[in-house]
């Protein structure tokens, strides 16, 4: 369990040191005028068939904002994801979107990250299908772009890609050789940012690590510590082939109090912030050595290849149902997976004509392979006592795909369709009943289509539809054990809308309907997989985004889902998700030396449970503030005030059954509580800019 040595004082006597130490640099360079950033490039839409359903973030947004919890990147995403903490720490945020609830990232659908081509989603995993926890060691300084992809109509992308796509892009390179930053703020926050960014020819590289410390609002205090490490050597062979190696490593390690029932909240027995097992907690470690080939043609025809290695080890001790199962010891127990997986990506792009249309070639093919040491393990007191389950997993996926783009009639039509297939193997040893292992395959074709249409080049709309089958795999331990169920559940996604951008003024409107061939539900108690059958869910989405000048900004968005149920009768409604999710923000860039963004955030009350329309979940709505002001050409300072009306609300709520002391078992809504205000000031030190 980790180390309660808080480097609060010491982070905050830094700063002023730094600060005092930096204040001749900050003489030389006040009559230099500062640079200005430029608003436009925050936020680009694409228009053509498939990527009319991106949304590219630059991210400078990103870098700019003063994070106090690392998971938040998700909260400046929008897109109709609606995210939150269970512990509060170390673990992967509960990801809910379009009316599904996805757990953390794989079920329901999935969302599907990737950070330069690499994916985070870790099947089987010890605490849930798709788990996200590796990207904790994602620093946000790094960030240089983030594509959003609404659904599965991409043929690039696979497994847990059913619900949309998530690619972070991070940086080759820094604008300045050196770059700190220093951080603090409430319940003992500080963390701490340093890259090297050598000027070199031909040659873009950049060394950076980051810390960070939080004891968060709990009683119980969080001691969460992350340490990260990454690393990137870009080397440019000429003008039309690039070469890069990089690394990325980090380690989070923390205590959580976990979900709590909201009864005893209500009741005034149990703080929010309080614990009933105060020895939960989290470690995890994780490195990625990645390489990269692009080279260009002379036709404008790109390939690109890629490669990477990771290893990982998680070990998660919880408690979620108390003394449901084990009256005397309680119902503890520890998860454990290490892990070690390998990948490589290979494309090819070109454009082209055929029948005298204009067309754009995207094909290529993904292996990825896990091999996976899971277990399960009771324990008292954070000392196993036994093992439930204990499993050696080789999960191989391979793939290929093929995607084609036509623009027709001037540009005002654009066409395109893909193709794509993923073979499985998974193969289990059992370490805990042998005759439970065993071998199986699958295999999913997805095939894609896009049109857009814009009557006339004159007037700004645009019609579009789109249609995508994505696919998300199931626990290779329920796959092997349980060989009739489904293996590869599919989604079948489609959506339809309208488009109008002109000058500062952009507005999209789009209906979807989402068709699941097989719900797939973790159940925490055990860690299995629980099968729901076939389900629907459909409703629209509105998009907004308009620029007053070059300095202010304004965007938000709307999901609203009609409707989630499973089919058959009696009907059963799909739980534990929003029904509307709703965001906002106004951006300043750039004026008079001042940045800043004031977000909103929102959903509604959901239901918790299929069958019983009131046991629900509440809804919130919360603030976010950040303000930047660079004061010279080499220092910002920051300022970040998170949840700033201070409203108490819950990050994720569950209904399940459990049982305390000296009570008999009961169901019950669990929450875990959200950040009160949170403030966090800092300062960036940029030297030596290229």
Not at 41 to 55: A, F, L, N, R, Y
Not at 87 to 113: M, T
Not at 162 to 171: A, C, E, F, M, Q
Not at 655 to 665: H, I, K, N, T
């Amino acid at each position: 369990m980790p180390q309660r040595n808080p480097m609060y004082r010491f982070s905050m006597c830094l700063l002023m040191v730094a600060g005092s130490a930096i204040a001749q640099e900050e003489t030389k360079a006040k009559d230099e005028p500062p640079v200005i950033p430029v608003l436009h490039q925050s936020v680009v839409v694409q228009g053509s068939p498939v990527e009319v359903t991106i949304d590219r973030r630059n991210g400078e947004v990103v870098q700019k904002t003063m994070f106090s919890r690392d998971d938040q990147i998700f909260h400046i995403l929008d897109a109709g994801i609606n995210a939150g903490q269970h512990e509060g720490g170390a673990k992967s945020v509960e990801i809910r979107r379009f009316g599904f609830n996805l757990d953390h990232g794989g079920v329901s659908g999935g969302l599907k990250v990737l950070t330069d081509g690499v994916g985070q989603n870790q099947s089987t995993q010890g605490h849930g299908q798709g788990y996200l926890g590796s990207l904790k060691s994602l620093s946000p300084e790094l960030i240089k772009e983030v594509n959003l992809i609404n659904g599965p109509f991409s043929a690039e992308y696979g497994d847990f890609s059913g619900l949309g796509v998530v690619h972070i892009l991070t940086r080759d390179t820094m604008p300045d050789e050196l770059t700190f930053r220093m951080q603090g703020g409430s319940y003992d926050t500080a963390r701490g940012f340093f890259s090297y960014s050598p000027t070199l020819q031909n040659t873009d590289a950049l060394f950076a690590y980051e810390g960070s410390f939080s004891n968060g609002p709990f009683l119980n205090p969080l001691g969460y510590r992350r340490d990260n490490v990454t690393a990137n050597v870009t080397q440019r062979m000429g003008e039309r082939r690039q070469v890069a190696l990089k690394f990325n490593a980090g380690r989070a390690d923390s205590y959580s109090s976990g979900q709590l029932p909201v009864d005893e909240i209500i009741a005034g027995r149990l703080s929010p912030y309080g614990a009933v097992n105060p020895t939960n907690g989290i470690r995890q470690w994780n490195g990625t050595l990645a390489g990269y080939l692009r080279q260009e043609g002379d036709n404008g025809q790109v390939w690109k290849v890629d490669a990477f290695v990771g290893r990982s080890l998680f070990d998660h001790f919880m408690d979620f149902t108390f003394y449901l199962n084990d009256p005397v010891n309680g119902d503890a127990f520890q998860q454990h997976d290490s892990r070690l997986q390998q990948g490589a990506n290979v494309q090819y792009l070109r454009p082209h004509k055929f029948l005298g249309m204009t067309g754009y070639l995207s094909t290529g093919a993904n292996f990825h392979a896990n091999q996976i040491n899971v277990g399960l393990y009771p324990r008292i007191d954070g000392t196993p006592t036994g093992v439930t389950s204990r499993a050696q997993a080789d999960i191989t996926n391979g793939a290929g795909y093929v995607q084609e783009n036509f623009s027709l009639l001037q540009g005002k039509l654009l066409l395109g369709a893909g193709l794509r297939f993923d073979a499985f193997r998974f193969d289990l040893a059992d370490r805990v009943d042998p005759l439970g292992s065993g071998v199986e395959n699958a295999g999913r074709w997805q095939p894609k289509a896009s049109a857009s249409y814009t009557p006339s080049h004159r007037v700004p709309v645009t019609l579009f539809a789109n249609y995508g089958r994505g696919i998300s795999t199931s626990d290779a331990r329920a796959i092997v054990k349980n060989p009739q169920m489904e293996r590869v559940a599919t989604t079948d996604f489609t959506q339809s809308g309208v488009a109008f951008r002109t000058g500062r003024l952009a507005l999209q409107a789009a209906g979807f309907h989402i068709a699941r061939s097989n719900e797939q539900v973790y159940i925490p108690d055990d860690g299995t997989i629980e099968f729901k059958g076939p389900s629907r869910s459909y409703g629209f989405e509105t998009k907004a985004s308009v620029e007053f000048n070059r300095f202010v900004s304004l965007n938000g968005g709307i999901t609203k889902v009609t409707n989630a149920f499973y089919l058959g009768t009696p009907r059963v409604y799909v739980d534990s998700a929003p029904h509307f999710v709703a965001n906002a923000g106004v951006t300043l860039s750039g004026w008079r030396s001042w940045s800043g963004s004031l977000r909103m955030r929102a959903i509604d009350h959901y239901r918790l449970d299929g069958e019983d329309a009131s046991i629900v979940a509440s809804g919130n709505t919360v603030f976010d503030l950040w303000v930047s002001r660079r004061v010279s050409r080499n220092i910002d300072l920051h300022v970040g005030v998170d949840n700033l009306m201070n409203r108490f609300y819950y990050e994720t709520q569950n209904y399940f059954e459990s049982r305390l002391p000296g009570e008999e078992p009961m169901s019950r809504i669990h929450a875990t509580p959200g950040y009160g205000r949170t403030i966090t000031v800092g300062m960036t030190l940029k030297l030596r800019r290229k």
